[in-house]
């Protein structure tokens, strides 16, 4: 049974610093992974993708030069590191890997930025 399993997150003020990491488990494969974000009242956004080796990452220029996306193929789990937070980036964040087509979700960590 594939599983993506989310942790971290909490509340931080602006300028400060979060993390949260996603655990795969039940894929026969090492697949790239990616982390989405939904705010209130906005649609699901790509924030972040890394290749299965790690080699590629990609951002949403909206984070650039302040998320720092990671993963330990060891543990079956990618990080993503958040620093320099802002209001805006105030969302429930998913971690998501498609495979064939099929995507699959974990249920979500909040990260919240507020004063």
């Known amino acids: 049974q594939e599983q993506l399993v989310e942790s971290g997150g909490g509340l931080a003020q602006p300028g400060g610093s979060l993390s949260v990491s996603c655990v795969a488990s039940?894929?026969?494969?090492?697949?790239?992974m990616n982390w989405y974000r939904q705010a209130v009242g906005k649609e699901r956004e790509l924030v972040a993708a890394?290749?299965?080796?790690?080699?590629?990452?990609n951002y949403v220029s909206s984070v650039k030069g302040r998320f720092t996306l990671s993963r330990d193929n060891a543990k079956n789990t990618m990080y993503l590191q958040m620093n320099n937070l802002k209001p805006e980036d105030t969302a429930v964040y998913y971690c998501?890997?498609?495979?064939?087509?099929?995507?699959?979700w974990g249920k979500g960590t909040l990260v919240t930025v507020s004063s």
């Open positions: 890394i290749s299965s080796t790690g080699e590629k990452i």
């Open positions: 039940g894929f026969r494969f090492t697949l790239a």
């Open positions: 998501n890997i498609n495979l064939d087509g099929v995507d699959y």
